[in-house]
């Protein structure tokens, strides 16, 4: 089946103990994007990468971490966590080469609910 | 800065009603829009992609149009069902912005039986 998964699905840590969140894709996807929901705020774009070894900043980047060692992987790593960064987090993907992913569908895993006391 | 504004923020209806959910922006420069559905404790399913040299798109019973000029975007739900209820989205992305997509709130739609 065809999907993005996240892993974990919930987490719940303390301010500045390390951790990183999981996003694989199993359909070949060029694109890869990590965002944030918050209430009152809606999605916000965190980083994206348009292929392997290519990453750029989205709207709400700082305090976060990405790479894009393989195609099939985007880890978001949180460094130092704060409990501003407590969210519900969302790995999404797209097919296509260059700017024609940006007209394919994203595809969203089923997010990861994070708390940082 | 692009901003993208949705009203309703919640809509009720009776089931086999049409309804029309409304989306708008305020760069009208943008390379696509897309609606999306999440459900409760889900991630977002894309349910159209409508690129910026399009007037509409239609999937089923869906049919979402753009107008680029006026910054507004239409999602047409016809004859709708209980299991239509879930929140919508829809998400702009403008190019010259550093690549980002920029999301509305939402309208949390409930069909009731």
């Known amino acids: 089946e065809a999907q993005v998964t996240q892993n974990p699905r919930y987490l719940i840590t303390v301010t500045g103990k390390k951790l990183t969140v999981t996003c694989s894709q199993n359909?070949?996807?060029?694109?890869m994007s990590w965002y944030r929901q918050d209430p009152g705020l809606g999605l916000r774009q965190i980083y994206y990468?348009?292929?392997?070894?290519?990453?750029d900043k989205g709207d709400v980047p700082e305090g976060y971490k990405v790479s894009r060692k393989e195609k099939r992987n985007f880890p978001l790593i949180l460094e130092s966590p704060s409990p501003n960064q407590t969210s519900l987090y969302f790995c999404?993907?797209?097919?296509?080469?260059?700017?024609?992913?940006?007209?394919?569908?994203?595809?969203f895993g089923n997010g990861t609910r994070l708390t940082v006391t | 800065k692009q901003e993208v504004t949705q009203i309703p923020a919640a809509l009720s209806v009776p089931e086999g009603e049409n309804l029309v959910l409304n989306c708008s922006f305020t760069?009208?420069?943008?390379?696509?829009l897309q609606w999306f559905r999440q459900d409760p404790g889900k991630g977002l399913t894309s349910l159209l992609l409508?690129?910026?040299?399009?007037r509409e798109q239609t999937s089923g019973r869906l049919n979402a149009s753009l107008d680029k000029s006026s910054g507004r975007s239409t999602l047409y739900i016809a004859a709708s069902q209980p299991g239509d209820s879930a929140t919508y989205l829809c998400?702009?992305?403008?190019?010259?912005?550093?690549?980002?997509?920029?999301f509305g709130g939402g309208t949390r739609l409930m069909v009731k039986p």
């Open positions: 409508i690129q910026s040299s399009q």
């Open positions: 998400a702009v992305l403008v190019l010259s912005a550093g690549n980002m997509l920029t």
């Open positions: 990468s348009m292929n392997v070894e290519v990453t």
């Open positions: 999404a993907s797209s097919s296509g080469h260059g700017t024609g992913s940006y007209n394919s569908p994203l595809h």
């Open positions: 760069d009208s420069a943008i390379y696509n």
């Open positions: 359909m070949n996807h060029e694109y």
